[in-house]
């Protein structure tokens, strides 16, 4: 937050807005700017959590309000940035409201109408109107629903002068202009009370006192804040760092796999010149003892079963050598 005095804060701000429309008879005045209805009395709760379980997300509300009477909930929110969910989020708002609208044993009819409003310093659906207000409604037939639900979103930013009421142009116009020269060129009397509120408010030392604090937590939060951010930027440039080397090692992997593969290859290819080597040396041994005739069988078999090529070869220079089948076994039994 960049303005640290709080009698210059406009409406909009963060700790203002829930700080003013805690009074009813501002907030009162302020729903009868929005909605065009006469608004009794109210019971407040401002930055109000509804938490069912501890499992769930839970919801904080800037402000809501319980018409006394009539118990009609409002519920009422001042948006200064533009997240990109408030149609989702006036869903769960409304979910969350509802809930503890109905208590045990009542029936659904005891359920009364709420409205979720939306204040926004921006456009949230882009078609320049001051006002965007949704109810459920047949998508075959205009057959509206009636449950009693409205979602009002109201834009800072709107341009739709002549289709709205002027209180609600003045009083969309005054958030970001909280002041006596802003107010003294609209005559609205509701615009006048409200402002006149708000700067007594301002003058209320509880409240600096309570600005002063929100301003010392707000700072200490968004340290906290810009050191988390640090933290993960540096956790993000390690998982970065982390992911490179990974795929460092993956592509080396890889490559080792390429090489593994080709030993393998050039492996099973040594093995098969390797018994071819032996089977050539096999079949020399064998031609060069034809000249003994038909070999005994145990000799055969020796010759065959051989597979140390070393041995065949001693076994090929002895048949060269010897003059008998006889001489050959008896030298190859001395081997």
């Keep these: 937050m960049s303005n640290s005095n709080i009698q210059q804060l406009n409406l909009s ?23 065009e209805e006469k608004i009794g009395e109210l019971d407040i709760k401002v930055e109000y959590t509804k938490k069912y379980n501890s499992e769930l997300k839970y919801i904080r509300l ?17 948006q200064n940035k533009n997240e990109h969910n408030l149609p989702l989020r006036s869903r769960f708002y409304q979910a969350q409201i509802d809930i503890g609208n109905l ?21 949230p659906f882009d078609e320049e109107l001051y006002r965007y207000t949704f109810t459920m409604q047949c998508e075959e037939r205009k057959i509206h629903l009636n449950d009693g639900a409205k979602r009002i979103f109201l834009s800072t930013k709107g341009k739709n002068t002549q289709e709205v009421p002027k209180i609600l142009v003045d009083f969309l116009g005054y958030l970001n202009n909280s002041t006596d020269e802003y107010v003294a060129q609209n005559t609205n009397e509701k615009l006048k009370e409200i402002h006149n509120r708000i700067k007594i408010l301002k003058k209320d030392r509880d409240v600096e006192a309570r600005y002063m604090h929100y301003l010392s937590v707000d700072k200490l939060v968004k340290a ?11 956790l993000q440039k390690k998982d970065s760092k982390l992911q490179g080397l990974n795929a460092e ?8 796999q390429s090489k593994d593969a080709e030993l393998q290859s050039l492996d099973a290819e040594l093995q098969k010149k390797d018994t071819q080597m032996t089977e050539t040396l ?17 000799i055969a078999e020796r010759i065959s079963e ?19 089948i006889e001489q050959f076994q008896e030298q190859i039994n001395n081997l």
Aim: net charge negative; charged share 35%; proline share 3%.
């Design 13 to 35: 701000d963060e700790f203002l807005f829930p700080a003013a429309l805690e009074d009813p008879v501002t907030c009162r005045l302020v729903l009868e700017c929005i909605i």
């Design 62 to 78: 800037d402000v809501y309000a319980k018409d006394s009477v009539t118990k009609l909930s409002y519920n009422l929110e001042m």
């Design 103 to 123: 208590k045990k044993g009542e029936d659904y009819k005891s359920l009364k109408p709420v409205y979720v409003i939306f204040i926004c310093n921006f456009d």
């Design 224 to 234: 906290k804040d810009e050191e988390l951010k640090n933290m993960i930027d540096e």
């Design 249 to 256: 090692l993956q592509s080396l992997d890889a490559e080792l």
């Design 306 to 324: 051989e597979k140390d090529d070393n041995v065949l070869v001693s076994f090929h220079r002895i048949a060269i050598e010897a003059g008998s």
């Design 282 to 298: 096999k079949a020399m041994v064998f031609e060069v003892c034809e000249k003994f005739g038909v070999l005994p069988k145990y």
